[in-house]
């Protein structure tokens, strides 16, 4: 039961609504990958409901690796330093296509950090898959390929993503109101 002490959510995205988008982002990655089998490399934690709705919904045969990175500190304000824990090595992604699947791009240090992480495996090539757009609070430049959902206020959770590990579980995106 919500109280005092946690902050109110506004619903933003219910899960139908997500799923609608997640088939489209799936169709457009069908389009452009037809004769090669990518491999998609999901950002931990925040990017795995993501990755396994987003998955299942692509027809063109797929691959998965997953990637460790962290990022925010605590609460809702990054630290701005970003660290890759552990990521794919040359055998999984070495002249390999790779579609890098992220739960929300903000100031871009992380997708950008893990970009120049797998370059030095030689890829073949790499895009950018998010569900999720800030792209106000961008820091670093950074675009994103394919696109869930642009916008521009609120931290939000659910859908795999936390504020300091909770509401991860939530299955629609809620926006937090801020007392600012
Ligand atoms: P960036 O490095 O500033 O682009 O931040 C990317 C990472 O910060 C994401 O992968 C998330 O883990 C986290 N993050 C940024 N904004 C939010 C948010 O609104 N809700 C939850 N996590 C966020
Ligand atoms: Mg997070």
Partial sequence: MPNDHEPALTPLWTSQEIAVRVTLIAEEIDRDYSDTAPVLIGALKGAF???ADLMRKIQTPVEVEFMRVSSYESGTESSGE???DWGPTGDAIGGRHIIVVEDI???GITTTAVVEYLKQFAPSSIRICTLLDRPERRIVEIEPDYTGFNFSDYFVVGYGLDLDQKYR???GIHGL????
């Fill in 105 to 107: 791009i903000d100031t």
């Fill in 82 to 84: 970003v660290q890759v």
């Fill in 177 to 180: 109101a801020t007392n600012t």
């Fill in 49 to 51: 409901i993501f990755l």
């Fill in 169 to 171: 579980q939530l299955p």
